[in-house]
Protein backbone atom coordinates (compact mmCIF):
# COMPACT_ATOMS: atom_id res chain seq x y z
CA UNK A 1 0.00 0.00 0.00
CA UNK A 2 2.98 2.51 0.86
CA UNK A 3 4.39 1.80 -2.57
CA UNK A 4 1.11 2.34 -4.51
CA UNK A 5 1.06 5.51 -2.34
CA UNK A 6 4.67 6.21 -3.49
CA UNK A 7 4.09 5.81 -7.34
CA UNK A 8 0.27 7.66 -7.15
CA UNK A 9 2.28 11.25 -5.62
CA UNK A 10 4.74 10.44 -7.99
CA UNK A 11 2.28 10.68 -10.88
CA UNK A 12 1.12 13.83 -9.30
CA UNK A 13 3.93 15.45 -8.71
CA UNK A 14 5.10 14.71 -12.40
CA UNK A 15 1.68 15.91 -13.89
CA UNK A 16 1.73 19.34 -11.95
CA UNK A 17 4.84 19.83 -13.11
CA UNK A 18 3.93 19.26 -17.18
CA UNK A 19 0.51 21.56 -16.22
CA UNK A 20 3.28 24.66 -14.46
CA UNK A 21 5.51 24.05 -17.55
CA UNK A 22 2.33 24.21 -20.20
CA UNK A 23 0.93 27.43 -18.28
CA UNK A 24 4.15 28.90 -18.27
CA UNK A 25 4.75 28.89 -21.72
CA UNK A 26 0.94 29.64 -22.51
CA UNK A 27 1.71 32.84 -20.11
CA UNK A 28 4.94 33.77 -22.05
CA UNK A 29 2.90 33.62 -25.21
CA UNK A 30 0.56 36.06 -24.06
CA UNK A 31 2.58 38.41 -22.76
CA UNK A 32 4.83 38.46 -25.77
CA UNK A 33 1.75 38.66 -27.64
CA UNK A 34 0.35 41.59 -25.69
CA UNK A 35 3.88 43.35 -25.50
CA UNK A 36 4.21 43.31 -29.30
CA UNK A 37 0.89 44.61 -30.10
CA UNK A 38 -1.08 46.17 -26.70
CA UNK A 39 -4.86 45.32 -26.81
CA UNK A 40 -5.52 49.05 -27.50
CA UNK A 41 -3.47 49.09 -30.41
CA UNK A 42 -4.93 46.27 -31.63
CA UNK A 43 -8.62 47.20 -31.12
CA UNK A 44 -7.89 50.45 -32.68
CA UNK A 45 -6.40 48.49 -35.69
CA UNK A 46 -9.70 46.48 -35.75
CA UNK A 47 -11.73 49.45 -35.62
CA UNK A 48 -10.43 50.66 -38.63
CA UNK A 49 -11.35 48.12 -41.11
CA UNK A 50 -13.34 49.50 -43.68
CA UNK A 51 -17.05 48.17 -43.06
CA UNK A 52 -16.55 48.27 -39.16
CA UNK A 53 -20.12 47.44 -38.05
CA UNK A 54 -20.95 48.82 -34.66
CA UNK A 55 -22.61 46.96 -32.11
CA UNK A 56 -25.91 49.68 -31.99
CA UNK A 57 -26.06 48.48 -35.84
CA UNK A 58 -26.44 44.90 -34.91
CA UNK A 59 -29.86 43.67 -34.59
CA UNK A 60 -31.05 42.24 -31.36
CA UNK A 61 -32.06 38.98 -33.02
CA UNK A 62 -28.39 38.51 -34.73
CA UNK A 63 -26.63 39.50 -31.24
CA UNK A 64 -29.10 36.56 -29.25
CA UNK A 65 -28.49 34.08 -32.02
CA UNK A 66 -24.55 34.22 -31.50
CA UNK A 67 -24.71 34.35 -28.08
CA UNK A 68 -26.88 31.20 -27.75
CA UNK A 69 -24.77 29.67 -30.20
CA UNK A 70 -21.51 30.52 -29.54
CA UNK A 71 -21.08 31.01 -26.16
CA UNK A 72 -24.65 31.35 -24.12
CA UNK A 73 -23.28 32.21 -20.31
CA UNK A 74 -21.53 35.37 -22.53
CA UNK A 75 -23.28 37.38 -20.13
CA UNK A 76 -22.19 35.74 -16.78
CA UNK A 77 -18.64 35.05 -17.26
CA UNK A 78 -15.43 37.12 -16.82
CA UNK A 79 -13.55 35.59 -20.05
CA UNK A 80 -13.62 31.94 -19.64
CA UNK A 81 -16.17 29.59 -19.08
CA UNK A 82 -15.32 26.58 -16.51
CA UNK A 83 -18.40 24.89 -17.42
CA UNK A 84 -17.43 24.61 -21.39
CA UNK A 85 -14.05 24.08 -20.79
CA UNK A 86 -15.06 20.80 -18.63
CA UNK A 87 -17.27 19.23 -21.07
CA UNK A 88 -15.13 20.17 -23.85
CA UNK A 89 -11.94 18.12 -21.98
CA UNK A 90 -14.71 15.24 -21.67
CA UNK A 91 -15.57 15.06 -24.82
CA UNK A 92 -12.16 15.26 -25.83
CA UNK A 93 -10.91 12.38 -23.88
CA UNK A 94 -13.69 10.62 -25.22
CA UNK A 95 -12.45 11.23 -28.27
CA UNK A 96 -8.54 11.03 -27.37
CA UNK A 97 -8.83 14.23 -30.05
CA UNK A 98 -9.19 17.44 -30.30
CA UNK A 99 -12.64 18.13 -31.29
CA UNK A 100 -14.34 20.54 -28.73
CA UNK A 101 -12.68 23.72 -27.52
CA UNK A 102 -14.86 25.27 -24.61
CA UNK A 103 -14.06 28.52 -26.02
CA UNK A 104 -15.97 31.66 -25.09
CA UNK A 105 -16.39 34.58 -27.14
CA UNK A 106 -13.90 36.25 -25.16
CA UNK A 107 -11.43 33.52 -26.22
CA UNK A 108 -12.34 33.68 -29.40
CA UNK A 109 -11.55 37.21 -29.80
CA UNK A 110 -8.69 36.88 -28.35
CA UNK A 111 -7.74 34.09 -30.48
CA UNK A 112 -8.20 36.11 -33.25
CA UNK A 113 -6.78 39.57 -32.38
CA UNK A 114 -3.16 37.82 -31.33
CA UNK A 115 -2.67 33.75 -31.93
CA UNK A 116 -2.93 30.70 -34.87
CA UNK A 117 -5.99 28.79 -35.16
CA UNK A 118 -3.19 25.79 -33.89
CA UNK A 119 -4.86 23.67 -31.56
CA UNK A 120 -1.99 23.57 -28.54
CA UNK A 121 -2.76 23.53 -25.32
CA UNK A 122 -0.24 26.52 -24.72
CA UNK A 123 -2.15 28.60 -27.22
CA UNK A 124 -5.40 27.79 -25.30
CA UNK A 125 -3.61 29.09 -21.74
CA UNK A 126 -2.62 32.09 -23.33
CA UNK A 127 -5.78 32.48 -24.88
CA UNK A 128 -7.32 32.28 -21.33
CA UNK A 129 -4.79 35.26 -19.97
CA UNK A 130 -5.59 37.59 -22.97
CA UNK A 131 -9.69 36.83 -22.07
CA UNK A 132 -9.28 38.18 -18.92
CA UNK A 133 -7.17 41.43 -19.87
CA UNK A 134 -9.80 41.50 -22.70
CA UNK A 135 -12.64 41.26 -20.37
CA UNK A 136 -10.65 43.73 -17.69
CA UNK A 137 -10.79 46.50 -20.50
CA UNK A 138 -13.89 46.18 -22.23
CA UNK A 139 -17.44 45.97 -21.89
CA UNK A 140 -19.53 43.50 -23.22
CA UNK A 141 -21.08 44.99 -25.76
CA UNK A 142 -17.80 46.20 -26.97
CA UNK A 143 -16.00 42.25 -27.08
CA UNK A 144 -19.29 41.51 -29.37
CA UNK A 145 -18.76 44.08 -31.64
CA UNK A 146 -14.99 43.28 -32.08
CA UNK A 147 -16.15 39.28 -32.56
CA UNK A 148 -18.40 39.99 -35.33
CA UNK A 149 -15.79 42.21 -37.09
CA UNK A 150 -13.20 39.66 -36.51
CA UNK A 151 -14.37 36.30 -36.72
CA UNK A 152 -14.15 34.50 -40.27
CA UNK A 153 -17.23 34.22 -42.79
CA UNK A 154 -16.14 32.47 -45.35
CA UNK A 155 -15.21 33.76 -49.29
CA UNK A 156 -12.53 36.23 -47.59
CA UNK A 157 -14.68 38.21 -45.18
CA UNK A 158 -14.23 39.03 -41.70
CA UNK A 159 -16.76 41.63 -40.52
CA UNK A 160 -20.45 40.91 -40.28
CA UNK A 161 -21.13 43.74 -42.96
CA UNK A 162 -18.74 42.47 -45.82
CA UNK A 163 -20.35 38.76 -44.96
CA UNK A 164 -23.68 40.72 -44.99
CA UNK A 165 -22.95 42.34 -48.53
CA UNK A 166 -22.24 39.23 -50.00
CA UNK A 167 -24.87 36.96 -49.07
CA UNK A 168 -27.33 39.70 -49.71
CA UNK A 169 -26.31 41.98 -52.29
Excluded at 41 to 64: D, G, H
Amino acid sequence: MKKLFKVLFFLLLIGMSISLLFIGNGYNMYKEAINDVPIGEKVAQIKEKENYTKFSELPRMYVNAVISVEDKRFYKHNGIDIIAICRAAINDIKAMSYIEGGSTITQQLAKNMYFTQEKKIERKIAEVFMAWEIEDNYSKAEIFELYVNTIYFGDGYYTIKDACKRIFW
